[in-house]
Structure formats: C-alpha cells, structure tokens
C-alpha cells in the first residue's frame, strides 16, 4: 500500500535552533514529492517540489532534499514566524490528479 | 488579488440536511479539487475537476456531489448519506489539467454536523 509517513509528529525548537522534518514515502514510482506550510485554521501553502533523488531546493530558511525512500525539510536558524504545519505529499508515476499527504508535522519555534 | 475564495468560513448543520460549500478562484485555473482535513489524518480527495462541466471521483466522494458550470467555480454539497461530515474541508486549484502536485488552496470550510 502506498504510505506517506512523517516525523516527528511534532517538535518544538528554540529560536535560532535548527532541526530537520522526516518525510518518508513507500510509492512503487515517485513522480514528485512536495512539501506545504499549513498555518492554525488556513490552507496549505505550496514550498516545494522535488522529483529526483539528490534534488535541494530552498528558500529563505527551508532546504528539502529527497533520497529514493525519504525526503527532508532542513530548517536553519528557525524563527517564531515559521511556527505551522508542514505538510508532504507525494505523487504516483502514473497517478495523474492524486496526492498522497503525510499527516504533517506541527512545529512550534519559542522565541 | 488572484486566489481561491472559500465561503462560509465556519458552517453548522443539523443531521439529514444537505449543505453546499462555494469555492470561487479567479487564477484562470484548469482544474479544481476538494479535500477534507480531519485531526491525525492526511488531506483525502473528495473530487476534482479538470475542465467545465466534467469531474471524477476521489477517494472518499461517498456523500458530496459537485458541480463544475463554471471555469471559475467549483461547489461542494454535504448531503446527508455522508456519516460523518464534521470535519475541515478545503478547496485546491492547479494551473495544469494534469496534477503537478503545486495546488493554491483557499482558506477552507469548518463543517460541522450539530
């Protein structure tokens, strides 16, 4: 069956303390994997997509990188302000118009 | 603003009523999705759309009914047979008739059965 699976399911941080979220996905072909910001009571918000093992892609303080069976949401220097959800999804070879979500991770940064 | 516009924000029903949830976006977007959020679950696909006046079943359309008239809407009716409706639903739109996996969400719909 296919999986997303992420972890942890939450983690809490200092300001300034980096940390990486766990994406790891069981998908007979991977097409793409893509990472949302998801605040408190709103829609996600698309970050990423990586469609090849080795691929990084960053902004501001986010780096996402993949591997063949996982991918990684690598946040430098973190501040309050990234404090939400982050969501990763994961689509088929072949599987046009389905995602398969994780259940996110929530983290919260403490000034 | 180019964006998604979910209405209403927050919705009571009482059990047995049907419910319709508008999504509106003026991205000029081919295709239109619904997902329901639920606490500890991954975003599941209720519907989706990918040009007017066509739509396909997701995972759990057990329930909804939608309709795509418009290019630019894309409304969700609860109705009764769902059993269990309460939960956070969110609407998505993608330039691309064929999943890229980068979805604009609206701000989503709070249903929940009274």
């Known amino acids: 069956e296919d999986q997303v699976t992420q972890s942890p399911e939450a983690l809490r941080l200092q300001e300034g303390e980096s940390s990486s979220l766990n994406c790891s996905y069981t998908?007979?072909?991977?097409?793409?994997l893509f990472w949302y910001r998801q605040d408190p009571g709103k829609g996600p918000e698309f970050l990423f997509t990586l469609y090849s093992a080795g691929e990084e892609k960053e902004k501001e303080r986010l780096k996402a990188t993949l591997t063949k069976k996982e991918s990684f949401l690598h946040i430098t220097a973190p501040k309050p302000e990234d404090s939400a959800t982050y969501l990763c999804?994961?689509?088929?070879?072949?599987?046009?118009?389905?995602?398969?979500f994780g259940t996110g991770t929530l983290l919260a940064v403490q000034p | 603003d180019g964006g998604i516009t979910q209405s209403p924000k927050y919705l009571f029903r009482k059990e047995g009523q049907n419910v319709t949830l508008s999504c509106e976006q003026n991205l000029n977007h081919d295709a239109m999705y619904w997902y329901r959020q639920d606490p500890g679950q991954g975003l599941r696909l209720i519907y989706y759309s990918q040009i007017v006046n066509d739509f396909q079943k997701g995972d759990i359309a057990e329930g909804y009914s939608v309709s795509r008239e418009k290019k630019e809407s894309f409304p969700l009716t609860v109705t009764s047979a769902q059993k269990n409706p309460t939960a956070f639903y969110l609407c998505?739109?993608?330039?691309?008739?064929?999943?890229?996996?980068?979805?604009?969400f609206g701000e989503g719909s709070r249903l929940t059965v009274l």
């Open positions: 998505a739109s993608s330039i691309s008739r064929v999943t890229t996996g980068e979805l604009f």
């Open positions: 998908v007979s072909g991977l097409r793409g």
């Open positions: 999804a994961v689509q088929e070879q072949g599987a046009t118009n389905k995602l398969i």
